[in-house]
């Protein structure tokens, strides 16, 4: 049984147990993640919390998944275990022209945007007595990369051909997904981590209240160049006091995430799980402190490369945003 099959299965033991009648006549739809510690994962639950609120009217009943992360998502699209998905916007343009990790797959036409969200930015954490000052000094360290399927690890693998640095450059490189990441660091094993998150971020205060770690910059000419070659990056900070051990402002750089889905899911579905966000929007924003200022003008217009879905450009007409 597939993961899609598995996770409707569960669904409706737990609307058959809570005695909900009809629901073989509900639409069903199962958005895809990242780990539980990330905040995709609570991004995918606040967007179902907006939606299960009115299944009476409109007879969608929404799921989670966590998954490895973005690249996963996309694939969970192609395969159809996945309704909808959050996915980095680097990501959504890549599978969407069939470039970068995505050039053997092939362009996926079939990809369409919904809406961008929060701002999500590259965050290096590095243990305290680890001796690593800077972003260069993790040459010659121990390395959590990301898991492959992930948008940190595709993110890495970008920022390390601007630096033309290799896997050899390193002692040595792991792959924990992002759940298990913070645990790692702080059993020793790896010096430092990379992670592409909205903040303020589970995971990354998990490192630094666990143990004696601390945020770095992620600057410098390669990292400027980076930017610069790619629309969907721009330089971003992390407040300085947000974590424990790093006062100060922390630059680095990121890009949206942004959620998306595929032309196969009807315009009905699609116009009512974008109304039902941007209708409870204020309410929305505050169920996770990385959602504060979304607005609901540049969620339509910044960072989706792939072609709206017809069902949300209808709300979208219909509430004048477009």
Same mark, same amino acid.
């Given at each position: ?111 369409? #945007? ?175 402190? #990385? ?32």
């Amino acid at each position: 049984m597939n993961t899609r099959a598995l996770t409707l299965t569960f669904f409706l033991s737990l609307l058959t147990a809570a005695g909900l009648g009809h629901a073989a006549e509900s639409e069903f739809i199962i958005i895809g993640t990242g780990g539980v510690t990330g905040v995709y994962y609570p991004t995918g639950g606040s967007i179902c919390r907006m939606v299960n609120r009115n299944r009476k009217e409109h007879g969608i009943r929404c799921a989670v998944e966590s998954t490895q992360g973005s690249v996963y998502n996309v694939a969970g699209l192609r395969s159809k275990d996945l309704d909808m998905a959050v996915v980095q916007a680097d990501i959504q343009e890549h599978a969407y022209k069939g470039t970068e990790e995505f050039k053997d797959a092939g362009p996926h036409s079939e990809l369409r #945007a919904l809406f961008s969200l929060h701002s999500e930015l590259f965050t290096l954490v590095v243990r305290k007595d680890s001796g690593i000052n800077s972003l260069a000094e993790l040459k010659g360290k121990r390395v959590n990369i990301g898991n492959p399927g992930s948008g940190q690890r595709a993110i890495m693998d970008r920022l390390m051909q601007a630096l033309d640095w290799s896997y050899g450059d390193f002692l040595k490189t792991f792959e924990y997904k992002s759940a298990e990441q913070a645990k790692a660091l702080c059993r020793d094993r790896f010096d430092a981590m990379v992670f592409v998150a909205g903040h303020p971020s589970g995971s990354i205060k998990e490192a630094t209240v666990e143990c004696e770690s601390v945020l770095l910059d992620v600057t410098g000419p390669a990292v400027d160049q980076l930017v610069a070659a790619h629309s969907y990056y721009r330089p971003l900070t992390i407040p300085g006091g947000m974590y424990r051990g790093t006062e100060r402002d922390v630059r680095t750089f990121g890009l949206a995430a942004t959620f998306v889905t595929t032309s196969r899911v009807s315009d009905e579905v699609a116009y009512h799980v974008v109304k039902a966000v941007f209708e409870n929007l204020d309410t929305f924003t505050q169920l996770h402190p #990385a959602f504060r200022g979304l607005q609901r003008e540049d969620m339509i217009r910044n960072d989706l490369a792939a072609p709206m879905h017809d069902g949300a450009i209808k709300y979208y007409k219909e509430a004048g945003l477009m």
